[in-house]
DNA sequence: GATGAATGAGCTTTCATTCAT
DNA sequence: CATGAATGAAAGCTCATTCAT
């Protein structure tokens, strides 16, 4: 007996974790995650039942957290409204990197498996539902924007910005960044689309 | 029942867009393509050498295209700085339109299959290419906006922008709307990205 | 109408006899063949019923001439029967040239066909009956010969010279010579042999 | 009923062995392997890792060897060199004996696929090599032959009666003859040749 | 006569999963 | 706990042959 039980469980899922992300789930290759966890495919077998298995063991959670997240949502919300309303960027940056602490460093890479890599799995809807949250909510932010004019565009455009805008997410926890260094891009981006989103329309009136 | 040489291929072609969208070229299934366009996998070696090469027939003049679209936008560029500094709506439109007449409805599937499933071919880098160019490109832009502060954002956050900016032109493109729509929608895209930028800049110097 | 008919059957055999040289009948590629030849497939079986069928159109008569040749081989044995005993060089070559004359041009690949590539036909045993033959021919040669003592040897052996005397030729047939040296080349092996036989034996005696 | 591994592997060899014998490496048949070693393509895999992987296990040894013998070649051929010059049948007998022990018996199929059937693996030039260098060393012995008057024979006629000299050794090699007994025919018919040559050239002067 | 589309069986290889040891 | 042998389905591809045109 060389590897302790947890351990070795914790070895694959991590390596696990590692060729999801490169490959996602279908392509993924169980041999090469026993192969660089040190293990072998029978073993692979005592640990979990399936390759679904051991991606739900890493997603679930993740999954679970951000479904929350999203349904409690409007509460957190109010909170930023006042600092947001008037621009004040320093208020809001503080705000968001505490929403997000500790947050990216642990889940960052298994979000971008469920969003990039779930199909195959029961999560394959997880982006579109993902992006139809955000589009509800950048929609009810807009239509308490008075410049925003909704004769002016299609109606799917804010679908549309919601999925460019979850993509630059993506791209940000993809990265082979530090922990740190993600959370600080990512309060960047996320401040960027907030503050974009209302002078551009502004702009647009015209 | 025979059918007509032309007819047949153009029926594989079809159904081979649809298969690589869905799913990449590397786990596309030839022989789910020929079930699909009614043939068998035998007779479609009469029609095309190999797997790369159906997706080779389909997507090199996009390909082509695109790189010399690339090749030649400076020029392009030129002609509408005078609108675009002015932010003249209108304008900026009709010359959005103009240049992407009929490209979308031909191309815009394909455009999908070679950002998004030409892993295992020999485009599989373009996403990447595409994004450098894009970044270059956008950074230009910003280095002449004087409301634009290096010093307040991560090095890598035009890079980021782009990857958001594009993946919206994806999910345009992805949609099974009409091309009309879709050039509708892109154009609408594209303005509110241009205008967005110059006054979320604006808006965050404070 | 681009060939005559005639013209065509004869190219596709010349292409077909190069690809059975090269390949032998069963890895030989009949689309290889008819793309050499300058048709298709389709039309290929206007002028043979199948693979097998342009293998025994171009085997066929130079089986039977072999056959023909090894049945009567005992009549024609008497006549250089003198030469042979007084070892008489000059007498002999001429002799055997006169035996080969366009023989070899005319059959020499498709006898090495017939040997070496005839796996998958009827023909396939031809090597085994040809060796059969020469060994049986070439028993009765040493049982005449006084210094030939069969105690000595392996019963086997004249099989096993036979198999090498054989390869012999067909390596002189394979060759890209002209048709003329190959013949010179064919009688200077078969003198060697004839020779090396009765003078070989003598030397072992000892 | 699991077999051990060993066994297993061991059959798979021997069953790959025989097929490629018959039908050499290109049309050697992986299914047909496996279902005469009585297992499965996939399980193959758990074995080898291509058909080409099973051939090289099988022939590599043999090749390394073969290729061994030969360059040493030169040495051990002084040592019988006195025995050879004064024809004594017996001394040489025993040498040929000794070098050969159980080389036969071991290699010998896996030489006639070398020879035969390695077309399509990275060891088809081996006959031909093999060839050059007999033909090189048969030259020599030749040039160092008073009774060898070159001026009478087709230059290529050595290489020609090298390849004669080992078709026999490996129709030695084919036959279904015990180990044993192949190693006696085979000095026997090296013996023959070495002295089929000498005498042969004695005979031809006149 | 000529074309090449169509067929179906064969090929080697990869894979997730099961299970005897 | 661990091993890796065994399975079977699916993958991309080649081939000789048939047949509608």
Known sequence: MQVLKE???DKIIQKAIKEFMEHGFEKASLR???REAGTTIGNFYNYFKSKEDVFYAITTPVYDSVIHLMKNHSENDELDLEAY???NFKVLKQFIVGFFKNYIRDYGDIFVILIDGSKGTRYVNMKEDLLTLMTEHFQEHLDETPSWDKSLF???????IAA???EGILEILRGDRSGEEKEGLLVEYILL???GV???LDGMKA
């Open 32 to 34: 090469k995650i026993v």
């Open 164 to 166: 460019g805008f979850l």
């Open 154 to 160: 299609h109606k799917d455009l804010p679908s549309i």
């Open 7 to 9: 351990e070795l469980r």
């Open 193 to 195: 689309y907030a503050f």
């Open 198 to 200: 209302i002078k551009m």
């Open 85 to 87: 309303k008037n621009m």
